[in-house]
């Protein structure tokens, strides 16, 4: 059965790949500022199609929570993520030169396609634990990567990834990702291990999507035909 943090055995289990994230060119670009600006434009069209349907999940989460407060939370990220987050990204992919329109004229590219159909799929199919485990990735990895950073002094070094940075490393946010592990651990307390192992494998889907986002993003890699 689980021991009662289950969250830090998915971080275990997914720890070389959340490395190879941080290692990742496109993520340390952002923390030196060396990243090019086209690219950095690539993966901010590419994520505000990513929280689109991202929002999605959120709505189905709150539909099969099973108590209020878990209703609440995922209605609160819902609400920060459409009335909020969305606005502050478009604000910031105009810094870019991205103006609301292109935005929305942004169709989503393979890997931006395959990562929201798994968490969507798992959304729509699974229990309110299988949508919590497969969004931990994105919601704790930012966090990490932020703080990261800013732990190591690279803090976008003056240029306009220090916003990013800065966004992702907040109390606010941080508090959030640690919301969402808390949460998977008291929905996993006590759960027998033939029942952790599809959450796992969930986890780690979406921990590798993550991965490809990045690459993506650094080969702003559309539909090849």
């Given at each position: 059965m689980s021991n009662g943090n289950f969250a830090a055995e998915l971080r275990a289990s997914a720890a070389p790949i959340w490395e190879k994230e941080y290692a990742h060119p496109f993520v340390q670009g952002i923390g030196d500022g060396t990243l090019a600006p086209e690219r950095f434009r690539f993966y901010l069209a590419q994520d505000?199609?990513?929280?689109?349907?991202?929002?999605?999940?959120?709505?189905?989460a709150a539909a099969?929570?099973?108590?209020?407060?878990?209703?609440?939370?995922?209605?609160?990220?819902?609400?920060?993520t459409v009335s909020v987050e969305m606005q502050l990204h478009r604000d910031y992919c105009a810094q870019f030169g991205i103006v609301s329109a292109e935005l929305e004229q942004t169709t989503a590219a393979p890997i931006t396609h395959g990562y929201t159909r798994h968490l969507l799929t798992a959304a729509y199919e699974g229990s309110i634990t299988d949508i919590v485990a497969a969004v931990l990735p994105c919601q704790l990895g930012y966090a990490e990567i932020a703080t990261r950073l800013l732990r190591e002094g690279k803090t976008g070094a003056d240029t306009m990834y220090a916003e990013w940075v800065k966004m992702y490393s907040s109390?606010?946010?941080?508090?959030?990702?640690?919301?969402?592990?808390?949460?998977?651990?008291?929905?996993?307390?006590?759960?027998?291990?033939?029942?952790?192992?599809?959450?796992?494998?969930?986890?780690?889907?979406?921990?590798?999507?993550?991965?490809?986002?990045?690459?993506?993003?650094?080969?702003?890699?559309?539909?090849?035909?």
């Open positions: 505000y199609v990513f929280l689109i349907e991202y929002c999605r999940v959120f709505a189905l099969k929570a099973r108590d209020l407060e878990t209703i609440a939370l995922f209605g609160n990220l819902l609400n920060s109390r606010e946010f941080v508090e959030g990702a640690d919301t969402i592990v808390r949460l998977l651990n008291d929905l996993t307390r006590g759960l027998p291990a033939r029942e952790r192992g599809p959450l796992e494998q969930l986890f780690l889907t979406s921990s590798r999507y993550e991965y490809l986002f990045w690459e993506m993003s650094w080969q702003r890699a559309g539909w090849p035909i």
